[in-house]
Nanobody, 125 residues
Framework: QVQLVESGGGLVQTGGSLRLSCAAS????????MGWFRQARGKEREFVAA????????VYADSVRGRFTISRDNAKNTVYMQMNSLKPEDTAVYYC??????????????????WGQGTQVTVSS
C-alpha cells in the first residue's frame, strides 16, 4: 500500500512562500494522478491542484492559480507544490493524494485512493 507523507508546512506571513513536498513510500507510476487538497477549519476539503501521471496536464483551483505551482518527479517518488504570495485565506491543512488513474477527470476528493496525513499551513495577516 502506498503511503504519502507531506512536509514543508509552517507559519508564514502574508506574501510569503512555502514549498510542500509529498513523498511516497514506493514509486509512483505515470498512471497516478497526484493532487493537493486543503481543509480549512470549519470548511470542507477542497481541491487545490492536480497533475496527471506524465505531468503533461495540470489543473488549479481558481483561488490559487498564478500563485501555486504543482510539479512531480516520478523518479524521486515525490510531488511538490510551490506556494507563493500566500494569503491568510490559504491557511489550512494541506493533503497530498494519489489516484489510480493517469488522467485528471474531476476535482472530487472522493476519486483519490491514497492520502497523506496532512501538513499545516498557517498564513498570518
Amino acid at each position: 500500500q502506498v503511503q504519502l507523507v507531506e512536509s514543508g508546512g509552517g507559519l508564514v506571513q502574508t506574501g510569503g512562500s512555502l514549498r510542500l513536498s509529498c513523498a511516497a513510500s514506493e514509486r509512483i507510476f505515470s498512471s497516478n494522478v497526484m493532487g493537493w487538497f486543503r481543509q480549512a477549519r470549519g470548511k470542507e476539503r477542497e481541491f487545490v491542484a492536480a497533475i496527471s501521471g506524465s505531468g503533461g496536464s495540470i489543473v488549479y483551483a481558481d483561488s490559487v492559480r498564478g500563485r501555486f505551482t504543482i510539479s512531480r518527479d516520478n523518479a524521486k517518488n515525490t510531488v511538490y507544490m510551490q506556494m507563493n504570495s500566500l494569503k491568510p485565506e490559504d491557511t489550512a491543512v494541506y493533503y497530498c493524494a494519489a489516484k489510480r488513474s493517469a488522467i485528471i477527470t474531476s476535482r472530487a476528493a472522493r476519486e483519490y485512493d491514497y492520502w497523506g496525513q496532512g501538513t499545516q499551513v498557517t498564513v498570518s495577516s
